[in-house]
């Protein structure tokens, strides 16, 4: 029986639930995998708050750097689930490493801007630094792109990584709710909070699961930079019933490929046709898709946050270090990393969907069009739908495919029009 020391920094939904799956699967660890896991020492930030296990039972460290010698035992495995993009939690995991100390962690923050630092010092000291919890929460995406489709070439990856966005448009679309109304129960409810809100509903979440997804898939330097972001502020509920009429979905795409050689990296809402998979991944479900050269398809969709779903993927790293695995953090060595620049998006052609409100009266449809006819941009459809407001009247156009900054320049020139009453709608369709 191999024995495993592990200490664990952070004990909120997932801390909690991790030491709780720990000690309800002692027996199940112990048959299938020969293996004993003690858990040397805990720390977060307070003591007494009522948990879903007995913290009397193991010995307490207010201070997280530490655990990192408990009784003059360093642990084989250091668990950093604090989630600071930087300060306390850098420093426990950088300490970590180079005390030649395994680290597993969930914070996506921290490794899209730190982690090609990290792993770089991590593979000086022979130790693995596995973040499987950090994208998708129970979906098993990084241990699929390290090693069960190690041989395929990754055309693209895309899909849904954050579970706040998607039950928020989910919500409007099922209740016919406002974004505010929907904000608000989702921070009720415990989807967000109010510092969190903004790295979720802005996009920087998924943006910062997209950052590793990029490197693994493409052996890509870890640049946070190269993300293109766009949250989900401006969706109303006029555009996703709009789009619904038209048979899609608006979700929050984060989607990865390489172009000319350059990382395209963007999170964005997008159109979903409404019967594909991932236009019925809801509530909080998080959904991605993975083409590569040998696999038209790699669908994979589950539960992408919560205290148990990403515990087991914390386990699956402690598991993962404690069989010895010869493979690296990354699948591959950071010395192998590429930098690539970044793709110039605006040269990119989709479908676009355009919601104008304007008012109601002759001529405003005619002079609209005549914009699109004069810079040659192909409409696919029309939508005049009358409403409550008896002085204006909300207008639905889909284009064909066209480059974005042809399509931008148009529509700037419309929003200045006289006739034009709120922000113009642009969203890309997905096809």
């Known amino acids: ?97 180079k005390n030649k100390i395994n680290v597993v962690t969930g914070n996506k923050a921290m490794l899209a801007k730190y982690g090609q630092e990290l792993f770089k010092i991590a593979e000086e000291n022979k130790v693995l630094l596995l973040f499987e919890a950090a994208v998708a929460g129970g979906i098993p995406v990084i241990k699929t792109l390290k090693n069960i489709i190690f041989s395929n070439k990754i055309k693209k990856i895309s899909g849904i990584l954050n579970g706040t ?62 993300n293109q972001i766009e949250g989900i502020y401006n969706i ?80 699956s790293d402690i598991l993962e270090i404690s069989s010895k695995s010869l493979t690296k953090s990354l699948g591959f060595s950071y010395s192998k990393l590429i930098k690539f620049e970044k793709f110039n998006s605006s040269n990119l052609e989709s479908k676009y969907f355009l919601r104008v409100r304007v008012k109601d009266q002759p001529g405003v449809l005619s002079k609209i069009t005549s914009y699109f006819n004069d810079n040659n941009i192909s409409i696919e459809k029309i939508l005049q739908i009358p409403d409550n407001d008896s002085k204006s009247m909300p207008i639905v156009i889909t284009t064909h495919k066209i480059k974005s900054s042809e399509l931008l320049s148009s529509v700037k020139k419309i929003a200045d029009l006289e006739f034009i009453l709120d922000k113009i709608s642009l969203i890309p369709i997905e096809y």
């Open 1 to 97: 029986m191999k024995n495993i020391n592990l200490c664990i920094a952070g004990l909120g939904n997932v801390g909690s639930a991790l030491v709780d799956l720990i000690e309800k699967n002692t027996e199940l660890v112990n048959f299938k995998a020969d293996l004993n896991i003690n858990i040397l020492g805990l720390s977060a930030k307070n003591k007494n708050k009522k948990r879903i296990f007995d913290v009397s039972k193991y010995k307490w460290f207010q201070n997280p750097l530490d655990l990192l010698s408990v009784d003059g035992l360093a642990p084989d495995i250091l668990v950093e689930l604090i989630g600071y993009e930087k300060d306390i939690s850098y420093e426990l995991v950088k300490s970590a490493i």
């Open 165 to 226: 966005t998607n039950y928020i448009l989910t919500t409007m679309e099922l209740e016919n709710k406002s974004f505010g109304d929907v904000l608000n129960d989702a921070k009720q409810k415990g989807f967000t909070s109010d510092h969190e809100s903004e790295l979720d509903i802005g996009g920087y979440d998924a943006a910062h699961k997209l950052t590793l997804l990029t490197s693994l898939a493409y052996s890509a330097q870890i640049d946070f930079n190269l």
């Open 236 to 315: 109303t509920i006029e555009d996703i019933n709009f789009v619904k009429k038209l048979g899609y979905k608006i979700k929050l795409i984060s989607e990865c490929s390489l172009i000319e050689n350059k990382i395209y990296a963007s999170t964005k809402p997008k159109l979903i046709p409404i019967n594909s998979p991932m236009a019925n991944a809801n509530g909080a479900l998080n959904a991605i898709n993975i083409e590569t050269d040998h696999l038209e398809s790699l669908y994979l969709e589950g539960e992408g946050a919560g205290g148990p779903p990403t515990a087991s993927s914390v386990f």
